[in-house]
């Protein structure tokens, strides 16, 4: 994550002096996005390609696939309320995701991006207590066994601004970000010790994922926000002009490296 934004960064530099530059001839400014498009495009494959490695100096674990050995988990809605923990987590399939969109407008600074994951995987084991209102009456459900579950086409899309500051380094506003669930599977055990239950609850696991993701914006761009702004402003902090400049060339003259680098 921080090399993306380290390289991402750099690109918008680059743009920004080159639609400077370009803006005599329409021609060559509009081809200059599309080249800069194209670029950007090449940072989201280097960086898929490196998401095995991780990056060590800042503390961001291999990502491929995603692993916890202990997680928290709490997420409250108006209809429900779910307390737990996972243990030996592992998360599949976020280096799989197809790019539908990502586009860098140098007038307004803004990054515009679409992203859609056809399958993403969580395996581990689980101890949760729920209370949900989602079906009538407040319901209390418990279990203790394994997580199965799998989210299938999630699309993320929206658009950020990256801005220098006085420091040389970037910051980053104006985070937005709107997902669409295409679908759910859940295969839960230990339902409170009942097949049925286990059979009713994962029903109910599948629904209230695809309500949350598709019914409730707010929330999850809240989430998304609490969890990717700190981590892009931390990356944006330790990024300097200089070290830009050095990016610039790099990707400029097509060095980005083709192969896993750990």
């Not at 801005?163 to 409170?192: C, D, H, N, Q, Y």
Request: glycine letters at 6%; aromatic letters at 12%; hydrophobic letters at 40%.
């Amino acid at each position: 994550m921080y090399s993306f934004w380290f390289l991402l960064c750099a690109l918008l530099l680059l743009q920004t002096a080159h639609g400077q530059l370009a803006s005599e001839s329409e021609e060559l400014e509009i081809e200059g996005r599309t080249n800069f498009d194209d670029y950007l495009r090449e940072v989201m494959e280097f960086l898929r390609l490196q998401m095995p490695c991780g990056y060590a100096p800042a503390g961001i674990p291999p990502l491929v696939p995603l692993y916890a050995p202990y997680r928290e988990v709490e997420w409250i809605t108006s209809k429900s309320e779910i307390r737990g923990n996972v243990t030996e987590l592992t998360v599949t399939g976020l280096d799989e995701f197809d790019i539908r969109e990502l586009h860098y407008n140098n007038l307004l600074r803004r990054v515009r991006y679409d992203l859609n994951f056809p399958e993403i995987l969580f395996t581990g084991d689980y101890k949760t207590d729920i209370i949900t209102k989602l079906f009538g009456p407040k319901v209390h459900v418990y279990g203790d066994g394994e997580l199965h579950l799998t989210l299938k086409n999630l699309r993320i899309y929206g658009s950020f601004i990256v801005r220098p500051k006085a420091s040389g380094t970037m910051k980053l506003t104006k985070f937005k970000a709107t997902t669409e669930l295409g679908g759910v599977e859940s295969e839960l055990t230990g339902i409170m010790n009942s097949p049925t239950m286990a059979k009713f609850f994962n029903a109910w696991i599948e629904e209230f994922i695809n309500q949350t993701f598709n019914d409730s914006e707010k929330e999850v761009d809240a989430a998304l926000q609490r969890w990717f702004v700190p981590l892009a402003t931390k990356a944006l902090d330790e990024v300097s002009v200089i070290g830009l400049v050095a990016l610039m060339l790099g990707v400029i003259e097509g060095t980005l490296p083709q192969e896993t680098l750990c």
